[in-house]
């Protein structure tokens, strides 16, 4: 149990354009999901925490305009990299916790976007 | 904010040796402690975590203990295997609710390699 899925694995787009990245968890429902980012050799990065049926809410320095996440049902949460730049190549992860686990705050972690911006 | 900090940066040990990774956090107010494994490319795996209400844990070889004075905790790995090679990460996390509830946040990370 537990799954959380993230499609597309990997992308590349032209600086300029905009990328989705979807997250669901399959077998459990996720009242909240985050969003991390990861850049080569380093620690994961707390972007934004996702609310369904509420807007997010971003870490300090996250610039929610660039980075729009949707939270529309408790199975799926969406991030948004608008008008990519070559410095938003990244590895973005999303996590979930289980509304019905008897410890809710353990996360999920699904396999994770890699982005690349030419 | 949380703030975690991770010691060593590296580790490289003897298979069949004992791995021991520390870390320490700044919130007193954190009460969730997990530790990832994640492999090159791949998602953060949970292997082991603690919650403040208890001191050690210990799952076959994999260990947590958590000193909530001194504020820090420490993953122990024993009789190491090749294939615990990976990157490790400590987190906190602060689970009374609110719109802080569940954020983790992650130590800096440890590249252990476990050499045949």
């Known amino acids: 149990g537990a799954v959380v899925s993230q499609h597309p694995s990997w992308v590349i787009c032209k600086s300029g354009t905009s990328v989705k990245i979807e997250c669901r968890s399959l077998?459990?429902?996720?009242?909240?999901m985050f969003w991390y980012r990861q850049f080569p050799k380093q620690s994961l990065m707390l972007m934004a925490t996702?609310?369904?049926?509420?807007?997010?809410?971003?870490e300090q320095g996250v610039e929610k305009d660039k980075f729009l996440i949707n939270h529309a049902s408790l199975t799926l949460s969406t991030l948004t990299v608008t008008s990519a730049h070559p410095e938003d190549s990244s590895f973005y992860i999303c996590?979930?916790?289980?509304?019905?686990?008897?410890?809710?705050?353990?996360?999920?972690f699904g396999p994770g976007t890699r982005l690349t911006v030419l | 904010g949380e703030n975690v900090e991770q010691h060593p940066s590296t580790l490289s040990v003897q298979e069949g040796d004992s791995a021991v990774i520390k870390c320490t956090y700044s919130?007193?107010?954190?009460?969730?402690f997990p530790w990832y494994k994640q492999e090159l490319g791949k998602r953060p795996q949970l292997i082991i975590d603690?919650?403040?209400n208890v001191g050690e844990k210990k799952d076959q070889r994999i260990a947590v203990t958590l000193n909530k004075t001194a504020k820090h905790f420490s993953l122990h790995i024993t009789e190491t295997q090749p294939e615990d090679s990976a990157v490790y990460f400590c987190?906190?996390?602060w689970g009374a609710g609110g719109t802080s509830y569940g954020k983790l946040t992650f130590g800096q990370g440890t590249i252990l390699t476990v050499h045949p």
């Open positions: 996590s979930a916790r289980d509304l019905a686990a008897f410890r809710t705050d353990t996360q999920y």
């Open positions: 996702s609310n369904e049926g509420s807007k997010a809410t971003y």
């Open positions: 987190a906190a996390s």
């Open positions: 603690i919650r403040s």
């Open positions: 077998d459990f429902q996720a009242t909240t």
């Open positions: 919130d007193s107010a954190s009460n969730y």
